[in-house]
């Protein structure tokens, strides 16, 4: 699969190396092409790794990656093109944190909107499919570093797009029985909020390699 990869930080760096590891072909894309770290990244991908601006990475892509920070990433969709989204999948991976909100960084969006929706809703034809923003980028690509099986969850409006998606986590090495979708896009507002409780969680366990996991009852 073509692959677009919107962000050359290092959850967007994580994610264009597992996905070309996995045989997918992959630009990441910057706000202008040349951006030295995308440009980097590509000369470490091999052959199916390659680099552009956010416009010609969402062009590429069958399937798109938004993995921008989250104060940024409208406009960064906005400079991909409407057109390019159109159709496709889009899965958002980011949290709106609050720019010099301090730390513990604050939510931008919270309670009754997040930044799954506010996307959905400025890209109407685009299939946003939230996912992996509960964790660490390690951790996204490479659940079996961890001790035990742990959850991911997926929300989105488009059934088709979210059965795909979970294709591409099983792939990453996520068990099928622990990705959980949590239904539409409105679900944002709950992986998005968990921001806090991961922040702290960090700070108790000490670094952030850790996951949760949903225990089931009768």
Known sequence: MRIGVLGTGMVGNALATKLVELGHEVTM???EAGNERALHWAGTAGERGSQSSFHGAAQFGELIVNATAGDASIAALESAGEENL??????DVTNPIA???GSPPALELCNTESLGELIQARFPQARVVKTLNTINATVMCDPGRLAEPTTVFVCGNDEEAKGTVRELLEG???ESGQIVDLGSIES???T??????WLRLMGAVGNPMFNVRLVRGD
């Open 29 to 31: 894309g910057g706000r």
């Open 86 to 91: 159109e159709g496709k999948i889009l899965i």
């Open 99 to 101: 720019r010099g909100s």
């Open 172 to 174: 990453f090495g996520w």
């Open 188 to 190: 944002a507002r709950g």
């Open 192 to 197: 998005e909020m968990y921001l806090a409780l």
